[in-house]
């Protein structure tokens, strides 16, 4: 099918049902007996057993299985800042996801907002509905600030876009390693792309020797200007925290010069910003993961033609896909099970390290499971219970 055709079938079947997503009752309304049950005069019970014991909210109401995708539509996919209208089929699609792969009551809430304040104030306002908040498609680094505001509100609140895609990534590489039979402490790594992704995937990588993992020989996070480092001036506190850490020699310079002598490179950035010659620059047998959506900053057959032993892009068009639809319906499902009050790291390396080993004999063009894989969103939420402290 040609894009155009896929636009155009996209857009005929969001109009022909006015969006992805409905409401519908759990219980049927067929006597008279029912409505004075679930409204009045019998709802004054349920109200008043939760003013008795808040906490009992779980018990009694949609809460203990209701998740809010919220986006102020600043950084939607790769359309950038397109408003919360815009954003909307975006966050009905991720409602619809964990609706049907992890059987979650989930809402878009696509808001207006000036700034961090207005996200974080609008967030805490509406938490007591809510069992989990699922943050979505805001730039960076207003993002940051939002989720870091946001950790004791009494349920978790999770950015997808930064750790969903950072743990399925991690799944990624490392069943990238199994397959090539390359070692995760020899690796070279460049990230391409500084927003909430490439700080996430930084960071997952970087310390994962503190979970246990191996730890890579070298990262590097490179932006717009070049490599990411403590000496630089124009870089916002996010980035020079990242910096501080991975870039201690302060290297400078920019992508070509970061892609020499590198064994992997993810890029969460644009289109086309890898060229052919980058990727013939890296070690033998490069891996490539090209994930900027819709299109990726090189495409696989071109990465290929130049030695690049494992291709993988965000898009579920091509083969080999790391997508965080892999990862948050179980995350949330898990979430939601433990009714866990915030998310921790310990859970984010429990996700990435199921998703790799669920996937018995990774091969170079299927690295993870495909996403619709109810087995695995078990899986992944059985990991996120279970380590939760």
Not at 116 to 143: H, M, S, W, Y
Not at 200 to 216: M, R, S, Y
Not at 352 to 368: I, R, T, W
């Amino acid at each position: 099918m040609s894009n155009s055709d896929l636009q155009e079938k996209a857009l005929d079947l969001h109009k022909k049902h006015k969006g992805k997503i409905t409401v519908k009752s759990k219980i049927p309304q067929s006597e008279d007996e029912t409505f004075s049950l679930v409204y009045t005069p019998g709802v004054a019970a349920a109200s008043r057993k939760i003013a008795e014991d808040t906490n009992s909210v779980f018990d009694y109401t949609i809460k203990s299985n209701f998740v809010a995708v919220v986006s102020d539509g600043t950084a939607v996919l790769g359309l950038g800042n397109i408003g919360p209208e815009a954003a909307m089929p975006v966050m009905e699609g991720k409602a619809l996801l964990m609706s049907e792969l992890a059987g979650i009551d989930a809402v878009p809430l696509c808001i207006k907002a000036e700034n961090a304040d207005d996200i974080i104030r609008f967030v805490k306002q509406c938490a007591p509905t809510f069992g989990a908040i699922n943050l979505e498609d805001i730039a960076a680094p207003r993002c940051f600030e939002v989720e870091d505001q946001l950790q004791d509100i009494g349920i978790p609140v999770f950015h997808d876009d930064q750790h969903g895609t950072a743990v399925v990534v991690f799944a990624a590489l490392l069943n990238a390693c199994r397959v090539l039979g390359k070692k995760l402490n020899n690796l070279r790594v460049v990230i391409v792309g500084s927003g909430a992704a490439g700080i996430a995937v930084t960071k997952l990588i970087a310390n994962a020797g503190e979970a246990n993992f191996p730890q890579v020989a070298d990262i590097k996070l490179v932006d717009s200007k070049g490599i990411v480092s403590p000496s630089r001036t124009d870089m916002n506190s996010y980035k020079l925290k990242i910096a501080q850490k991975i870039n201690k020699e302060n290297k400078e310079g920019d992508l070509a010069f970061a892609l020499k002598g590198a064994d992997v490179v993810v890029g969460l950035s644009r289109p086309g910003i890898i060229t052919k010659q980058m990727i013939k620059s890296m070690n033998p047998d490069p891996i490539v993961f090209a994930m900027a959506n819709p299109v990726p900053e090189i495409m696989p057959d071109e990465a290929k033609e130049v030695g690049a032993a494992i291709v993988a892009t965000g898009r579920s068009d091509l083969p080999n896909q790391i997508n965080n639809a892999l990862g948050f319906p179980g995350i949330f499902r898990g979430l939601l099970n433990c009714r866990a009050k915030r998310v921790t790291t310990k859970m984010k390396y429990a996700t990435a390290k199921v998703l790799s080993e669920y996937v018995v004999s990774p091969k170079a063009d299927q690295l993870l499971s495909k996403i619709g894989d109810r087995e695995v969103v078990k899986v992944v939420a059985d990991a996120v219970s279970s380590s939760y402290e």
